[in-house]
């Protein structure tokens, strides 16, 4: 039963444990009545509950799921608005033989220890494929608590990974996401503002503006920040041309400002293809949506055209979307078991496409 426990979310622990305890009817069914109260309000339930798990990239390999979270841990640093409390040292990957299948932990697939650059805060990862070897992409802070994204690679999805001794030349800060287009072309995206440390850099140059999460943004008249694009070499270990800023336009044409802090970019690119189209989904951050925007081509224009997620509890969102089997996918995360910042937990649910090629929004929260 223990490996069966690690696999179950927290409400199906909660009915197994009390039957198992054998209450009296009616202590039962006072227990029962809170465990539903207290889960009812949320849309799914946390594919792990053994330890915490956030930002889920998720794959389709080999007619298997796979996600690459991070892992939320106990920090003794203090909160702030840099995520310095986000204090991740490893990274599991799990799988699922499908949707609706018991979810299993491969264990610690790489730490903090097994890279020579890295020095903390093993961020949001995402994952690859090509030719029968695996990419493992990553932030993490260098000696000089820089942000710089990273490489490992092995035989298996599930590991074990060996990174590069040095971190991707000419890449920075957080929230790495690599797509594979259609014509075999894989892309990487990669950018987050805030403790992400997007807004510190013009031209792929780093400017230090100041310590203030904000220092360095755009005016809030004025464009803000949008994620970076850069073509994968063959190798799937550098990249392959200079990183290039991708630009978020509103319907009329004009670029999504600064202030419009409900609908501009702030951290969490993930890309996907839909009939032909480019769809970006992004975090927004301080106003928790996942927003999605279209286009013609990988590096846009991309048009502004609505919302995937609602806001989640909990003050992060980062998510991913995967077809499984003509099925789509959103996975997401909140911080239903813990209700707390930093420790978070994975979940899915089913996205769609509606017949005009817009995604229906989803609401996290019943």
Not at 191 to 211: M, T
Not at 281 to 301: E, K, L, M, Q
């Amino acid at each position: 039963m223990k490996n069966l426990f690690k696999s179950l979310p927290a409400i199906t622990l909660s009915v197994l444990l009390l039957s198992c305890n054998k209450p009296s009817e009616t202590t039962e069914s006072i227990e029962l009545d809170e465990v539903q109260e207290s889960t009812s309000k949320y849309l799914s339930q946390p594919l792990v509950s053994d330890h915490y798990t956030a930002d889920p990239s998720a794959h389709y390999f080999d007619g298997k799921i796979y996600i690459y979270p991070s892992h939320d841990v106990e920090s003794d640093v203090p909160q702030d608005d840099l995520g310095s409390h986000f204090n991740m040292m490893d990274y599991h990957v799990y799988s699922m033989e499908s949707p609706t299948s018991p979810i299993v932990d491969a264990g610690k697939v790489l730490g903090v220890d097994d890279i020579p650059w890295a020095k903390r805060q093993l961020w949001a990862p995402d994952a690859a494929e090509k030719d029968g070897t695996y990419y493992l992409y990553f932030p993490a802070k260098d000696e000089n608590d820089i942000f710089k994204i990273g490489v490992a690679s092995g035989s298996s999805p599930t590991g074990p990974f060996t990174a590069q001794p040095e971190p991707i030349q000419g890449s920075y800060s957080i929230d790495p996401s690599v797509y594979e287009d259609t014509d075999g072309s894989y892309y990487m995206y990669f950018g987050g503002i805030w403790g992400g440390q997007l807004q510190k850099y013009r031209d792929n140059k780093f400017e230090d503006k100041g310590p203030a999460p904000t220092d360095g943004l755009p005016a809030d008249d004025e464009p803000a920040l949008g994620p970076i694009i850069a073509k994968m070499s063959d190798n799937m270990l550098e990249f392959a041309e200079t990183p290039k800023e991708i630009k978020i336009l509103d319907q009329n044409g004009s670029p999504i400002l600064n202030g419009d802090n409900e609908r501009r970019f702030f951290e969490a690119a993930w890309v996907h293809k839909y009939e032909g189209k480019y769809y970006l989904s992004y975090s927004t951050g301080d106003t928790h949506f996942i927003a999605y925007a279209t286009a013609d081509n990988p590096y846009g224009p991309f048009t502004y055209q609505g919302v995937v997620l609602n806001p989640v509890e909990g003050w992060t969102n980062h998510h991913s979307i995967v077809e499984v089997d003509g099925d789509w996918y959103l996975y997401y995360h909140d911080t239903q078991l813990s209700g707390e910042t930093h420790l978070r937990n994975i979940k899915m649910t089913k996205l769609t496409h509606l017949p005009d090629g817009s995604i229906q929004t989803i609401d996290p929260n019943n």
